[in-house]
């Protein structure tokens, strides 16, 4: 820490959700400081600073591996550059927060975990989601046992808009892309799983199927205590951002509605009527990602483990081959089938 | 019809669904006289038709197709009957109405709508969740168009509690018992299926397994159309019957949601309370079955084609089977696999 | 009773309502018979009793008061003739239901309340509201102490569209006419009321206006408890009939909100939209008028005081003429200035 | 402005609304410096100040008046100082926020507003329920004529607990502390008050009665567009904040309920249980401190009239006075019998 007690901390990487994290760092985490930020794109980074009043902005992140007063980074550039980053970064003992997913590879995964054991740095996934207050209320109710055992899980995830052919192209497929916050969110409230069996189909933007990806599909989860669950994804819900879950089980149902700007009603002639989804993930989620942050300081302060860690972001990266196998081969696919 | 323009109705089978159908002829559908009930079990058809003021009970339904004063039947014997009584009641000139499902055995259902064509008379299934205002509503919707082209379709059916054991070996399991009202909702907002996947366990009474069946269940579709669904079902649900749909589209999504037996809210210190869905398919589903009786006259009355045909009966026993046989063999099954 | 055991009843009126109140005994109520309907309109009350399959129509609701096998009647007549028919029927020894309101005239009331009492007849008072479930409900909780100590009571009453101005001249005023039952309301959920306050407007029809009514209301109730409460009434709600209570109390608030004829959401990019509530009085209170049929037959059947009293009927007149009264002299105004 | 653009704004007391409007004009304004702050509790401005970097903290609020640099200040001192803190800076020649009410006596009101007049000052009154999304969109939908002419407002407004007896005995009484922003929200969303009536009681808390004050109101408002309003009042809602609004009119209604903390839906035999409301103000009304406060900045920066003005904050004072002499002299009393 420095000398006063504040961690101070490097964001990596400028863009859209470099942002988010950023402004949380600098202005809503007193304990914090932002330090520096390193973007490859130099002026972004520099805007990012003036904005915030970092002190620091630099186009090559190592200077902040290299930098002693930084304690701790925030990874969020793009996915191709986290397994090596998280490396480096371990091997220059910082701590590390990671956006998702550590990468499409899994050898790299593993290269990257065993830097952070080695280290023995903190390492934390960023699977915002589960600090949601909607999907954390479920997942309390299912750990205090409201709802029994559980036997069933719903998720619906829609996305409001989909992303340009060129994003699909080197985004690793829907799997390792969008359904990969499903199926974290699959382990954090009901656990492990054991095997996955995808039906899929482009349905939204055939440019989607061009780029050898699909936009449409239902996932069927076998979890390893027996427990079954069902995703649903779509790219394109016109509506708005669904993202929806439920838990059924042997002593009742809790469920996570969507959430709206505001709680109108409006009645005429025609029906009642009442506001949209919240319209994407910055909307939705911005508590979440305030909380993932805040949490992460707290491991690094009080030397716990952090609430999503290495193995948390691994896991969802084999279920994610294992979707598209199963979408491939036309057969439900085991976890093991990929992990060995 | 009598001379005076009634249509007089006889009801096989004075069971629980029996009385239903037998309270609606004779009650509240002002066209319709209840003419005689039979069963074999002549005291229950005494009984039920003392209650109704219907002038005639028998223990042979035999004596109701004979009756050539009797111009329609409502088959609500069990299962195992309904193929044989179907072709009598053909053969005999009356129009038939007849319980789901039609049987579990592909050649006697075919015999059955054979003998029917061959007969010229009407037959209409009682997949009575058709007429249910909710979903009736999700299918007009559908067919306005007012979602697009449908992409997703989701069906949560679940029963406030498992019958007994001794019932489950005899029902075909369920997939023809309980989720075939789901893959006929599913023909009914969507369309023809091609394929099902089948997730299923033994999460709520080992005995129901031990009978050879399953009570949980997730059925992934693929629909003729290229849309993809999918049905959850459990035997229990502590919280009452559950039954919703929800179709997603390219231009909205439309759901429905359960009813309640009243719409109090309740906000005390623990939260805001309301009340369980209404307990089973005789509260859920009363209306519908005084809806599809009144279109079954109707259609005899205008001689025209019953909303439910006899297809609209032999294809969600086509799809129960592949769904039984995707659980057995752990893996997906087309439709075409059991219709030829 | 008939020999049989049967309550034949006699139904005294063959419009809007008469027509209800002999569906529901002649086809709902397996203990009672329908045995009689008197109109002026002698062709109104053949048509009614043919359809329903009533043995007897007449134009004098005398010849049904002379049947010596007519136990009791319905009096579903107009206004101005309740009272008259009270007397006269409690005279021929038959129990009593009557639609509301007793009478305009706190005279005529006390007399066919005298002409009962002396009979010893039972008389039920038509506020069907107190059988609906969802304020049957509130009623409960409210009773079982669910919100402690009643603090607040507030009442929103919304017809769908105004009467015709011809009918407005004739109905007494928005307070006898609509009102009444929102008194009534709040003295089955509440209790006794003290004094009142009203707040009046012509804002639907300038016609209304024109017969000396008003159109739009906001009262002002004190009980008798200490409790205090709002009723709000329109006499056009052009998204349909919007009828809601709620009680807040010391330890909670329970709240009943419209029914509507389906559960359906639909998502689209302008919102999320529901089906209005149920259109007007017979949609959604059809249950009800079913339910205090039956209670006021049980009454008889076990010799017990009906649900709703002639003093039931006699009270909310008197507040519907203190709230007339002040919004005459613009001040709020005592129950007992009126009952004294 | 300060030579960088920045607006310095100093805010005048650090008790519980003084830290919200500190935090938000520190972090999360960014057009803003937060330059000082003043409370004669000098500790308390001390610590507010360190925890925010806030450069300076005084026990005198006129250091901050004398401060050339600042040009705007936020009064959140108690409410006996307003009037006098709102002349003095006016004289200043600081932009003013000031919380409400300005005063409880007109003429100290009237003196404030004629000081800021004569500066020439922007003078903005903390009503910040203006700004909650919720009741915006209600506000907007009503500008937009989607609900027509509106006719009748409803207003629910309960705290979630009483304030301590020594607070209600310098609060002005429940309409000038708690009523007055039922009353801002009335003219926000339908306009300017002629007449009011009230019933009230004292039913939550009897040391609230020993006060001379009452803890629970119903109070009708007529309108001079025509529309009439009630607003239901009480200091104790044990299942929280709640903080309703509702406006119907001639082509609809649209209405704004309460906002929870999360979208949880709890099924279990019991029934169907969600999230009370928000607890308080602080969490209801997080988002409306922010954008009043900005709006008011942009005010300064564009030299354009604050959205609340110095009238705006008069006249729910004059509608308290008349509600309060209402339920003492048990009458309807015109708001212009107060103001003249």
Tied chains: 1, 2, 3, 4.
Excluded: W
Excluded at 253 to 275: F, I, K, Q
Aim: glycine fraction near 8%.
């Amino acid at each position: 820490m420095a000398n006063n007690g504040t961690i101070q901390v490097g964001v990596i990487g400028a863009g859209r959700i470099g942002k988010i994290h950023a402004e949380n760092l600098a202005t809503r985490i007193p304990v914090v400081a932002a330090a520096a930020v390193a973007d490859i794109d130099l002026s972004a980074a520099q805007e990012l600073a003036a904005r915030l009043h970092i002190p620091r902005a630099c186009s090559d992140y190592r200077a902040i591996l290299a930098d002693p007063d930084i304690q701790a980074v925030a990874i969020c550039s793009s996915t191709d550059t986290h397994a090596r980053i998280i490396v480096e970064a371990a091997q220059a003992g910082k701590h590390i927060f990671c956006e998702k997913p550590i990468d499409h590879d899994l050898a790299k995964i593993d290269a990257a975990l065993a830097a952070v054991k080695q280290a023995g740095v903190k390492l934390q996934i960023g699977f915002n989601r589960r600090f949601d207050p909607n999907f954390r209320k479920v997942r309390e109710m299912v750990a205090e046992g409201k709802i029994g055992q559980p036997h069933i899980l719903r998720i619906t995830s829609r996305d409001p808009a989909p992303p340009p052919a060129s994003y699909v192209k080197v985004s690793g497929g829907i799997f390792l892309d969008m359904t990969i916050h499903d199926f974290d969110m699959a382990r954090y409230l009901i656990g492990d799983v054991r095997e996955v069996y995808t039906a899929g189909a482009v349905l939204v933007d055939p440019e989607i199927g061009a780029a050898g990806d699909i936009d449409t599909a239902i996932i069927t989860l076998t979890f390893e205590n027996g427990a079954i669950g069902t995703i649903d994804n779509s790219r394109k819900a016109v509506y708005g951002y669904d993202q929806r879950v439920e838990v059924f089980g042997s002593g009742g149902m809790v469920t996570a509605l969507n959430r709206t700007p505001d709680t109108h009603l409006y009645s005429n002639p025609e029906g009642v009527h009442s506001a949209k989804p919240l319209y994407f993930f910055l909307e939705r989620y911005s508590e979440s990602f305030l909380a993932e942050m805040q949490e992460f300081i707290q491991s690094i302060q009080h030397d716990t483990t952090p609430p999503v860690t290495g193995e948390d972001g691994r896991a969802p990266v084999l279920i994610g081959m294992a979707a598209k196998k199963s979408y491939l081969e036309k057969r439900p696919v085991s976890i093991r089938e990929i992990s060995h």
